[in-house]
């Protein structure tokens, strides 16, 4: 049996379809998947069960990415296509059953879209990959049996990102004697290239030898393992909170121009803290401190849901 999925070229996006993929992977698992995403998206899908192969679908002109594929798949035959691209792709192929995602923005969470799309309420909750190899690098970077907390303060978008003095000010809030995470450390995580360096670097400075700077230097397998060995994940929107909650670690993910109930975190222990105003552009600078840290204790307290 063969499977074609065509994913997403965001992060965020490409972790949310891992739950489908699951689903697919555990209702047919003699099937072989082949997934066909974005360049930045690829890890999402390096380690998963059942993957055929994956092609990278780097953008071209006059959607010439789109004929690239199609030389790599039409002379197949597939029993089933997935296309969340909203394309008509999945038309120009042989297939036995098509499940194409309709375009343009949609009310709800773009997780309860996805399950409708194969007509599953509720959707299945995504799925982080990763494997041994991936976990000892982890416990290699975050050695000793204290508690580690993940912030990711930074984004695609610079809007998206809370003031870096009040990640500071929450890991501090959080550690401090009697706080429920007392004597944790910090790991700063963020994406490859120029953009989200200089976004992490007021947070590593800050918080000095009591942080590691993992900013861009792990494959994603490698960030969703160190994310799963955490306590807490605290960041802004981003593929990395997403990846945070699909690791099942208690994941707070901080809104300002963004829309909560579209991209909020979909895991077994997730929370938001939302900016007054919010989806307003230049919401994010009225998000407090005190709304961090109230959202960050309950979501610590809080019980596991099944």
């Not at 972790?15 to 209702?27: A, K, P, W």
């Not at 501090?172 to 429920?180: E, F």
Request: net charge positive.
């Amino acid at each position: 049996m063969r499977i074609l999925f065509i994913s997403s070229t965001r992060i965020g996006d490409a972790v949310l379809s891992t739950g489908l993929l699951d689903h697919l992977i555990r209702t047919y698992p003699q099937a072989k998947v082949v997934v066909a995403c974005g360049p930045v998206a690829e890890g999402v899908f390096a380690r998963m069960p059942n993957r055929a192969w994956t092609i990278v679908l780097a953008k071209r002109r006059f959607r010439a990415h789109w004929i690239a594929l199609w030389r790599q798949v039409a002379g197949q035959r597939w029993d089933i296509v997935v296309d969340l691209r909203g394309s008509a792709f999945a038309w120009l192929v042989r297939a036995r059953k098509r499940y194409v995602m309709r375009g343009g923005r949609q009310p709800g969470h773009r997780l309860a879209h996805l399950g409708a799309l194969l007509g599953l309420d509720p959707p299945p909750l995504p799925v982080a990959w990763f494997g041994p190899a991936d976990r000892a690098r982890a416990a290699a970077l975050l050695p000793g049996e204290g508690a580690w907390i993940a912030l990711g303060p930074t984004a695609n978008w610079d809007r998206k990102v809370w003031p870096a003095e009040r990640f500071v000010a929450l890991h501090q809030a959080l550690t401090a004697p009697g706080a429920p995470l007392a004597g944790a450390r910090a790991v700063i995580l963020g994406g490859p290239g120029a953009q989200e360096r200089p976004m992490a670097a007021p947070v590593l400075a800050a918080l000095g030898d009591r942080a590691v700077d993992l900013v861009g230097g792990l494959a994603l397998p490698e960030v969703a393992a160190v994310l799963a060995r955490c306590a807490l994940f605290v960041g802004n929107d981003s593929g990395l909170m997403h990846l945070s909650a699909a690791t099942g670690t208690p994941t707070l993910g901080l809104f300002g121009p963004s829309r909560v109930e579209e991209y909020a975190p979909a895991g077994r222990r997730t929370a938001t803290a939302v900016a007054p105003g919010s989806p307003a552009l230049d919401s994010m600078a009225g998000l407090t401190l005190e709304t961090a840290l109230a959202a960050a204790e309950r979501l610590l307290a809080a019980k596991v849901t099944a």
